[in-house]
């Protein structure tokens, strides 16, 4: 239900915003923690994108953890880590795979 109240939430901003939207990109990926500076969490994409989210929920704060995401570009900003800065429209985590990926 929270998922879905979610989208409806993200369709109507569309809709206000002219249907200007940022871009959204769906990935599966790998959550990683990167020590540059402070540190930081980022997605690393199956094809080897790296997406910095903000916020990452701290349920998802696990490197190594398998996930599926769905991600609000953020085109405006600028990256002081590296990867594209984004939002997160929608997160879960994926089933490890066989051999304990």
Same mark, same amino acid.
């Given at each position: 239900?929270?998922?879905?109240?979610?989208?409806?939430? #993200?369709?109507?901003?569309?809709?206000?915003?002219?249907?200007?939207?940022?871009?959204?990109?769906?990935?599966?990926?790998?959550?990683?923690?990167?020590?540059?500076?402070?540190?930081?969490? %980022?997605?690393?994409?199956d094809s080897g994108v790296?997406?910095?989210? #903000?916020?990452?929920?701290?349920? #998802?704060?696990?490197?190594?953890?398998?996930?599926?995401?769905?991600?609000?570009?953020?085109?405006?900003?600028?990256?002081?880590?590296?990867?594209? %800065?984004?939002?997160?429209?929608?997160?879960?985590?994926?089933?490890?795979?066989?051999?304990?990926?």
């Amino acid at each position: 239900m929270a998922r879905l109240l979610l989208i409806l939430a #993200f369709a109507v901003s569309v809709v206000a915003c002219g249907g200007s939207a940022e871009p959204v990109v769906d990935t599966q990926g790998t959550v990683q923690y990167g020590n540059l500076e402070t540190g930081w969490w %980022y997605i690393e994409a199956d094809s080897g994108v790296l997406y910095t989210p #903000f916020p990452l929920p701290d349920e #998802f704060k696990v490197a190594g953890l398998r996930v599926q995401a769905s991600l609000l570009l953020l085109t405006d900003t600028v990256s002081y880590f590296p990867g594209t %800065y984004v939002r997160i429209v929608s997160i879960e985590k994926l089933a490890a795979t066989a051999g304990g990926g």
